[in-house]
DNA sequence: CGCGTTTACGTCGTTCGTAACGATA
DNA sequence: TATCGTTACGAACGACGTAAACGCG
């Protein structure tokens, strides 16, 4: 058995059981790929594949026991790379980052640009999906990291480690009743206006009509949308009321909106940053984290890379207070 | 990088950092793993040991991780071949058993002549120890299947499948009074004997001394020994009271020793059988834990190939009845 | 006949074992 | 000088790529 035979074995799975084009993407000739294919399957002594006729059919029973085990060698392999280039303190590899709008659009930016200035050949890939499409690029294994908001239990293949609190802002057109309100804006102004907010796969979104359901208010929700951007342009068109993420206050929106803090109608939220389970934490990795997160301590950090658990990781954070992280005024404030 | 380099690797490890006995170990050239070493340590771009001279000197931090996942790597190499032979129906292997004296010396003899019945051709390696022992050498990974009793937490490299229980029996000479008892025997007529029994880390030994504790007895423990054997030789010596577990009561013993039931006198106690996270579970292990404990369907153990914690294993036999297991009369009795 | 796999074969790089050399205690 | 690791070198082996044959739709 060779390493290369199993990362042949792995290409041709990856590339619906086409030999050919496998090939192809290992750079190599595609008798050669067969050829160790084949020299595996005699090794092993057992059909890795069914076929028909000359094609590859499907993948048997035992040859998903022999990918699923393929695929955790290689990943090891790869984290022994990983180490060694960090010990050799390279500061080159690749970080791929799956994340809400939200963070993608008010939180990372920052957070990026200093990152590629402190790792200016770390290559960055960034994707942007609901939690349920960041959750399938875990299981693709095609991301180190997640950045989200609850929905622990769609994350089972990461270590989650809490990173700020965010609370809810209402945004109104400037010249709108609610921002000329003198008092604390409480739940029932809110239900006596039509609403615009996420859709409800965001996460949190069910503990929003939840709020209004325990004062026995119904919410008149108009619009969801997936997005502040969206939500905004609606609330600008004067469709409704606004409530989205305190990230999401814009400063360049104070021109014609206007954002109310809500804390306290709503539960708090708490965003995590997540890293797949299976891999080495590069020292540029836990240094995106430590931006992202500054409060966490690079002992915390440290330590992160020894956790076999997600218990573990509570335990680390468990004493931690995390910011709560606002909007235009920028700074985060630290929690009561 | 080769899987020959990281078995090389592990060989030089295991062998104290010599070089040349791994070399024999490995049947191969002394140059050829020097070689081989030093082609890894190159592509890794990093120091594996330090050298005192030539010599190999110590692990480094760095050489100490990649030490670590090479071992992952070549067990689960090592399972793939595994799951490739069991595919393949063969029925030859290794099953290295670490176990207790009275195991070894009353249970397991019947299990194991047909064992070897039914699986001539699997190499079978039994080691007898205490359960420090024993832990010692599933943490050197030197073993497949532990069968102990109690101490739960010295084990967490394993699940634990538990597969009976026992009571303590009581054995005195034939002459003796307790012998002639006829009423039920009670803890407060051992105390008012000179007792013989296990030492302590047999386990379940401090039980022993709580139960007389609540009843406010103090007993008189002359002599503690390891084994069964040893202490029925000392009864028949005369020196006191033997108590022993209910396994251990031998139908040549009748002769002149008498075995007294003694169950409700001590808590019960649960044997298991315990075997690596971290192998892939052959047919002929799976119908050697089948022999060690009938009562465990074939389903549920079909179902511990799939387990991923001790949570798992519980959930599956959270529901099964453990028999109970006696001595010379050798059927099992269903528990209450 | 196109697509994809296997077979055949020549080339090249790698590994292996033997032998000689170097360093250390 | 005994022990252990490295260097050197020729032989054997294995991987790779090209070319050609095969099977299926």
Known sequence: MKLQQLKYLIAIVDNGLNITAAADRLYTSQPGVSKQLKL?????GLQLFTRKGKSLGAVTAAGQQVIDRSRLIMQEVENIRSLASDYYQEEEGTLSI??????????????????????????????????????????????????????????????LVPSYHWDRKIVVPKEHELAQLERKL??????????????????????????????????????????????????????????????????????????????????????????????????????????????????????TRNVRSQADIDKLFASTTLPVRGGCSDGMTAAA
């Open 40 to 44: 595996l399957e005699e090794e092993l």
């Open 98 to 159: 799956a994340t809400t709008h939200t963070q993608a659009r008010y939180v990372l930016p920052d957070v990026i640009r200093e990152f590629r200035e402190r790792y200016p050949k770390v290559n960055l890939n960034l994707h942007q999906g609901t939690s349920e499409q960041i959750a399938d690029m875990v299981s693709a294994n095609e991301i180190d990291f997640a950045i989200a908001t609850g929905s622990h239990d769609l994350f089972s293949g990461l270590y």
């Open 186 to 303: 409480t739940l029932d102004d809110l239900a006596q206006h039509p609403l615009v907010t996420y859709v409800f796969s965001f996460g949190g979104q069910s503990s929003l009509k939840r709020a209004f359901a325990e004062q026995g208010l119904e919410p008149d929700v108009v619009f969801t949308a997936r997005d502040a951007d969206v939500i905004k342009t609606y609330v600008r068109m004067g469709l409704g009321v606004g409530i989205v993420a305190s990230m999401a206050e814009d400063c360049a929106d104070q021109q014609d909106l206007t954002a109310i803090g809500a804390e306290g109608l709503f539960p708090r939220s708490t965003t995590w940053i997540g890293f797949r389970k299976d891999i080495v934490l590069r020292r540029y990795m836990l240094d995106f984290v430590k931006l992202f997160a500054p409060h966490i301590t690079s002992d915390q950090l440290e330590q």
